[in-house]
């Protein structure tokens, strides 16, 4: 079982649709929770980042951890085909500094 | 130049060929990275530097020879390496390697193929 799951996609929603990444994993020591995302041609850049559980709000982005579940999502509203990359999610604990990744969504937001 | 810059962005090498790929940070950061990055698989960690001393080294085979002469330079040498060794290479740094790990740059990597 890998420690972190990510549905590779490509996932396909039109222009202005709510879109929900989902990432789950095993390690209940995870503490830190980050979204990382990737645009064609790119490297991955920091986008949300949790610590614990609960839900965090940055403009259209809502990134919310669920620790009962081993569950974290990325919620994105009213979508734009500038959203279309794929989105990374990667955690660590507090012992260990090294980030486990998942191995990215590919989304496409279609006009 | 700003931010984390890669080259070459593009690299075709035979399997016997020697060949670099380069990273420059703009930072000011402490910490330096090598990742693999490879179609529909979690980005695979090689190696870390912190203040310019190697702090892991990922069971990464010896024809991937990491050097990292300063805090804002790394380079990952390559030599004798076969065709699964094809992905994208990335570079990233961050502030340091606390427990959270800090957020990490990432340069825009280096696409190689093994032919």
């Known amino acids: 079982q890998k420690e972190v799951e990510q549905d590779p996609g490509p996932l396909s929603v039109p222009e202005g649709a709510i879109v929900s990444l989902n990432c789950t994993y095993s390690?209940?020591?995870?503490?830190?929770f980050m979204w990382y995302r990737q645009y064609s041609r790119k490297g991955p850049e920091l986008l949300m980042y949790t610590y614990s559980s609960g839900n965090k709000e940055d403009g259209r982005f809502t990134a919310q951890v669920d620790k009962s579940s081993k569950y974290i999502s990325l919620f994105i509203r009213d979508s734009q085909p500038s959203d279309s990359a794929t989105y990374l999610c990667?955690?660590?604990?507090?012992?260990?500094?090294?980030?486990?990744w998942g191995a990215g969504t590919k989304l496409i937001i279609k006009p | 130049e700003t931010g984390v810059t890669q080259t070459p962005r593009h690299l075709v090498m035979g399997m016997t060929n020697k060949k670099s790929l380069k990273c420059e940070q703009h930072?000011?950061?402490?910490?330096m990275y090598w990742y693999k990055q490879s179609a529909k698989k979690p980005l695979e960690l090689m190696f870390v530097y912190n203040f310019k001393e190697q702090t892991e080294n990922n069971s990464v085979p010896s024809r991937f020879s990491p050097e990292c002469p300063n805090s804002s330079h790394l380079f990952l040498h390559l030599h004798t390496l076969q065709p699964e060794d094809s992905a994208l290479y990335l570079c990233?740094?961050?502030?340091?390697?606390?427990?959270?790990?800090?957020?990490?740059?990432f340069g825009e990597g280096s696409r190689l193929t093994v032919l």
């Open positions: 990667a955690m660590s604990d507090n012992s260990n500094y090294q980030l486990i």
């Open positions: 990233a740094s961050s502030q340091g390697t606390s427990r959270f790990g800090g957020e990490l740059f």
């Open positions: 390690n209940s020591a995870f503490q830190y």
């Open positions: 930072l000011g950061h402490n910490a």
